[in-house]
């Protein structure tokens, strides 16, 4: 079962829980069967029914998250340089989704390189809720 694994790192990034967690993108499965969360010290605590064609698991913390990339057949990730450089060490797809609201957006120059470099797509959360429900 082809599986996205959803990262926030150690920070609070409730705005992409709450948009990959909306009703609207728990029914665009687009192929894959299992949604797996890493909420960090967000005060959103995901809905885990999930949908009838996506299944839902959620986590704060690991001592690694090298598992769960492992198991991933796409990544969407907050855009933390240890999170973004680990994801793309094991050679899986990424989506970097900008925190516009953590430390004056420190991480935007980060992202924005590595997608020019041609390492991952880029995108803040009113664009992810696009590409994830193809309303581009």
């Known amino acids: 079962m082809k599986s996205v694994f959803v990262t926030v790192g150690t920070t609070s990034f409730d705005d992409l829980i709450a948009t990959v967690c909306s009703p609207a993108a728990l029914e665009v499965s687009r192929g894959y069967g299992k949604l797996v969360l890493q909420v960090g010290r967000g005060a959103l605590e995901p809905a885990l029914s999930g949908s009838s064609a996506l299944a839902v ?3 704060r913390f690991k001592d690694s998250l090298a ?6 057949d796409l990544v969407i990730s907050h855009a933390g340089a240890g999170s973004c450089l680990e994801t793309l060490e094991k050679g899986k797809p990424l989506i970097v989704v900008t925190n516009e609201k953590l430390m004056n957006n420190h991480q935007l120059e980060l992202a924005k390189q590595l997608n020019r470099d041609g390492h991952v797509l880029c995108c803040n959360c009113s664009a992810l809720r696009y590409l994830i429900q193809g309303d581009y």
Not at 67 to 72: G, T, V
């Open 57 to 59: 698991e959620a986590f």
């Open 67 to 72: 598992e769960d990339l492992w198991r991933a």
